[in-house]
């Protein structure tokens, strides 16, 4: 009777190290498939990666002031509809003149 729990520990224990071996396999699987992703590579390489920073940069830079402008313009034209409040279309109006003019350098 002793000696058969005690192999049934070993089987489970087997059993266990099978499990344990599959699971590192996949996972061991999936590294090698990430290392070869193009991101990873241009992060192992120098050049690679300031390429890719300064398009990052540029970008963002691009987004930002497109963004900036059309949420501007939105703002200056619900703005310009308020000429009717005192303190406000005072306000509005003289922004729209300052847009307005023309700039000499």
Known sequence: MKEN????KIDNN???MDEVIAQTQ???HQLEKLNHHKLIKAYNSIPQLLWFH???GVAFGLGSVLGATVVLSALVYVLAQFEFIPY???WVSAIIDVVKTPTTD
Not at 5 to 8: K, L
């Open 54 to 56: 300064l398009l990052k």
């Open 5 to 8: 729990t005690e192999i049934d």
């Open 26 to 28: 996949k996972i061991n």
């Open 88 to 90: 406000i279309g005072e």
């Open 14 to 16: 087997l059993e266990r």
